[in-house]
T-cell receptor, first 114, second 113 residues
Framework: NAGVTQTPKFQVLKTGQSMTLQCAQD?????MYWYRQDPGMGLRLIYY???????DKGEVPNGYNVSRLNKREFSLRLESAAPSQTSVYFC?????????????FGEGSRLTVL | QKEVEQDPGPLSVPEGAIVSLNCTYS??????FMWYRQYSRKGPELLMY????GNKEDGRFTAQVDKSSKYISLFIRDSQPSDSATYLC?????????????FGKGTKLSVIP
């Protein structure tokens, strides 16, 4: 009954360091997403993958890259972390064409960039 | 003007009160309207969804959409301390390519025993 699993849950980086956030879902969903959540800004879409083999930019893609490794896994990479990327990152998944808008979210990865 | 406006609160009510949470939006292409609930240090979870205008009821929760006014509401009857969370409205257009949800900033609700 895992749903969407994100690792790591917490990470502290120094400016300029790189890291990858991992996400895996076990619900056989086609679509996966990466959001960031900041106080006063709400949830903002970074990148999404409508299906295996495709990725598209969301609202705030600058400074990030993604890889849809297979149907289950969608990773988010910060190549050169900046303090502005301090945030809580959420991975989510959904069935293709889920018009109910039901995204299933992970528990989040809290990233601090010093 | 932001596409979706939501009062961040915080909103504090006594147990048993009726709670009204609201969002306004500007994009007339939005067709699907959702409410997500997010407990502290957890990911959001879908609470209610409504297609186009109208009401939808699920237990103590009622979602209303007024597309003519571009206004959506979530009502919680007989509020409980377990309802204490942040409530996020979200919406999207129709069509197979409409993958992106637009979220409000969330309203933090505290229900006091």
């Amino acid at each position: 009954n895992a749903g969407v699993t994100q690792t790591p849950k917490f990470q502290v980086l120094k400016t300029g360091q790189s890291m990858t956030l991992q996400c895996a879902q076990d619900m056989n969903h086609n679509s996966m997403y990466w959001y960031r959540q900041d106080p006063g800004m709400g949830l903002r879409l970074i990148y999404y993958s409508a299906s295996e083999g495709t990725t598209d930019k969301g609202e705030v893609p600058n400074g990030y890259n993604v890889s849809r490794l297979n149907k289950r896994e969608f990773s988010l990479r910060l190549e050169s972390a900046a303090p502005s990327q301090t945030s809580v990152y959420f991975c989510a998944s959904s069935r293709t064409g889920a018009n109910t808008g039901e995204l299933f979210f992970g528990e989040g990865s809290r990233l601090t960039v010093l | 003007q932001k596409e979706v406006e939501q009062d961040p609160g915080p909103l504090s009510v006594p147990e048993g009160a009726i709670v009204s949470l609201n969002c306004t939006y500007s994009n007339s292409a939005f067709q699907y309207f959702m409410w997500y609930r997010q407990y502290s240090r957890k990911g959001p979870e879908l609470l209610m969804y409504t297609y186009s205008s109208g009401n939808k009821e699920d237990g103590r929760f009622t979602a209303q959409v007024d597309k003519s006014s571009k206004y959506i509401s979530l009502f919680i009857r007989d509020s409980q301390p377990s309802d204490s969370a942040t409530y996020l409205c979200a919406m999207k257009g129709s069509g197979a390519g409409s993958y992106q949800l637009t979220f409000g900033k969330g309203t933090k609700l505290s229900v006091i025993p």
